[in-house]
């Protein structure tokens, strides 16, 4: 095994080693994995173009990495316990045997429909053990998994499937999600009326809601089982083939498809599960995403199953059958690190402490949060109810395109700070740099957050365009990954991280491009032109504003704001719906024609002067009608 970081001492070694060698350092690690061929370089990387190769020529499955490697010590383990929507189902427990054979079984099931090393396979799928066994079963068979989350629209279903050309969907009948029971068929079937390449959708019963199945096209996940062997051996893959696609929002109008390969992702996410979470053998770790995000592939499924973990997977909402859920979750299970965002702990906090209170939260030892800022307030409620006092909180910063975690704390062993995701990890050089790209050295500064050297987890490329790759990762700062967040280094060289300084607003966590949000809100007919910000959100984080020039000739506002939200939530999703619509004469606007979001983005923060030079308004009268009618934004 990989040596795991047991001491503050031992991080800081490690960290040295890691800068000073770092095809050493990553050797040692990538040594203790199950590799059909040896790599004949370490990396091979520039950031111009960019090209970043890992483990180079190197040939491996990571399946193999989870099950043949395991089998002979782990095979009565429990790799996935499931914990259903309904208190009252009965859960499951899968062993690292039963995960093996049900993944073999299910390659077999792609196999001999079609699937080939290569393809693109949509997973669209409620949290269900059989979501991750068709992950795995993909990455068996040398299929590229896309996952997309399941409360993503038919358009957004269909643009993605059209982006990538799948050749297969994996879904379900329905999704059971708290108290309600959500058609996802009845989704897919409409997002097919709109792409070409599908041949066979897959569809496993849940909910049993009824479904139409189109003959020759759909087919039953149970029917499709019958008889086929649970033996399949690995394809062999090249360290650098893809492992999957995953599509996330960036500034501009349409998600881009992040792309992660076989070798570095498996190392990485296995070294920083490991290490940040301080994974014992016998413990379970519980990371409630979904995993439609990356953080359901990277810390659910792959990061802890590589590392021979038992991880939780729980299909519901926090808040039923009550608020109290995850904390029974917990004792049931006895969970030792419980992994969450910062919106849970905010939502879980406003029902006060009475569904904390009969449960004994014994066992926790590790708790995490991820996917938007902490504030300093909810840490405190985290870290004293539900930890005790006794837990050290890992505030994990990372991204989609960086595959795991590349900023936190090592639970218990590097010292935490509330709201600061604090020090890089072994591998991980970060750089700050002002927006004219000149490195701000030393403590106590603040800019935007690089990466000046590449870590196994990278984001490769931008399924089917290359160049918005670079244009999006690597353009804005000469020969440096910039993560489109902004940051501060204290001065005791921690870092804090302090929310995007792009166009995408966080929402729970959730990433919205602002030009995704308007050109979905503008395809309402009666919407003229639109500009959408971010504005804080006590509970989200991040709440959507949007400002939109409409036709009111024969509409109320309220009907018309009603519409615009009913327009978003088909166009992408529930969650993109904006939190507040204000109806407003114009928009702020350069001489050139641009929106200065800037002034917008204050307004939505309650700011109502100090707007800066707005001398190349085109009409500054504009900023004053909008102020004066604030009120009205709901
Ligand atoms: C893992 C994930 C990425 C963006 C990132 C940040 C924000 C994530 C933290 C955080 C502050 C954190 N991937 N973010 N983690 N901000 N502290 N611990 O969330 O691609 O969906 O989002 O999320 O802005 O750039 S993501």
Redesign the pocket.
């Known amino acids: 095994m990989a040596r795991k970081i047991h001491t503050l001492a031992g991080y800081i070694h490690e960290y040295q080693r890691s800068i000073l060698d770092p095809d050493a350092f990553w050797t040692q690690i990538a040594e203790t994995f199950h590799w059909q061929k040896n790599w004949s370089s370490v990396v091979e990387w520039e950031f111009e173009t960019p090209s970043v190769k890992w483990f180079v020529n190197g040939k491996l499955n990571i399946t193999e990495n989870i099950f043949e490697r395991y089998l002979h010590t782990k095979k009565n383990k429990p790799a996935i316990i499931w914990e259903p929507n309904d208190p009252k189902e009965a859960s499951i427990t899968l062993t690292y045997l039963e995960l093996y054979e049900k993944t073999c079984q299910f390659a077999n099931v792609l196999i001999k429909n079609g699937v080939v090393k290569g393809d693109r396979v949509i997973i669209y799928m409620p949290m269900v053990p059989e979501a991750a066994i068709a992950m795995l079963a993909c990455a068996r068979i040398g299929a590229i998994h896309s996952v997309v989350f399941a409360g993503f629209s038919a358009n957004s279903l269909s643009d993605r499937i059209n982006d990538c050309k799948a050749k297969m969907v994996l879904t379900s009948d329905g999704n059971f999600r708290g108290a309600k029971t959500f058609p996802v068929k009845e989704v897919v079937d409409e997002a097919l009326k709109t792409t070409s390449t599908i041949e066979k959708v897959i569809v496993l019963e849940r909910t049993k809601t009824p479904v139409n199945m189109q003959k020759g096209r759909d087919f039953w996940w149970h029917e499709e089982l019958e008889g086929v062997s649970k033996e399949n051996i690995a394809e062999t893959m090249d360290s650098e083939d893809t492992l999957f696609i995953l599509y996330?929002s960036g500034s501009t109008g349409k998600p881009k498809g992040v792309v992660h390969s076989c070798g570095g992702y498996m190392i990485y996410t296995y070294y920083t599960f490991k290490n940040v979470f301080q994974y014992s053998d016998d413990d379970v770790y519980w990371c409630t995403a979904d995993i439609g995000?990356?953080?359901g592939h990277s810390y659910i499924v792959y990061g802890p199953l590589l590392e021979g973990a038992t991880t939780l997977m729980f299909e519901g909402v926090p808040t039923y059958p009550n608020p109290g859920r995850f904390w029974a979750i917990v004792d049931k299970y006895k969970v030792n690190q419980f992994y969450t965002a910062p919106t849970a702990i905010r939502a879980l906090e406003a029902y006060g402490l009475d569904p904390v209170l009969p449960y004994k939260l014994d066992s926790l030892k590790v708790l995490g949060?991820?996917?938007?800022?902490?504030n300093e307030e909810a840490w405190h409620w985290y870290h004293d109810h539900i930890g005790k006092g006794r837990c050290p909180i890992v505030?994990?910063?990372?991204?989609?395109?960086t595959g795991g975690i590349l900023i936190?704390p090592l639970a218990g062993i590097t010292p935490t700070k509330p709201a600061y995701?604090t020090l890089p990890l072994p591998g991980i050089q970060p750089i700050i740099v002002d927006n004219d790209g000149k490195e701000l050295k030393g403590n106590s500064v603040e800019g935007n957050l690089c990466i000046k050297y590449p870590w196994p987890g990278i984001i490769r490329t931008t399924w089917g365009d290359h160049d918005r790759c670079y244009q999006s990762y690597f353009s804005q700062f000469k020969g440096l990954y910039f993560?489109?967040?902004g940051v501060k280094r204290d001065e005791d060289g921690y870092y804090r991280?302090l929310?995007?300084v792009d166009d995408?607003i966080?929402v729970s966590?959730?990433?919205m491009g602002t030009a995704e949000v308007e050109n979905a809100i503008n395809e309402h007919p009666k919407v003229i032109e639109s500009a959408v910000v971010g504005y804080p959100h006590p509970i989200k984080g991040q709440g959507i504003y949007a400002f939109a020039i409409c036709d009111m000739s024969d509409r109320s506002e309220d009907n018309l704001k009603n519409e615009i939200r009913v327009t978003v939530s088909n166009i992408i999703g529930p969650i993109a719906k904006p939190d507040k619509i204000q109806i407003v004469p114009g928009l702020p606007k350069t001489r050139s024609g641009k929106i200065m979001r800037r002034i917008l983005r204050k307004i939505a923060n309650g700011e109502h002067d100090n707007f800066g030079d707005i001398s190349t308004l085109l009409d500054p009268d504009v900023v004053e009608k909008i102020i004066e009618d604030v009120d009205s934004a709901s």
């Open positions: 996330t995000w990356i953080t949060t991820v996917g938007e800022p902490i505030d994990t910063w990372w991204q989609t395109e936190s995701a993560t489109g967040d991280i929310g995007r995408v966080n966590g959730h990433r």
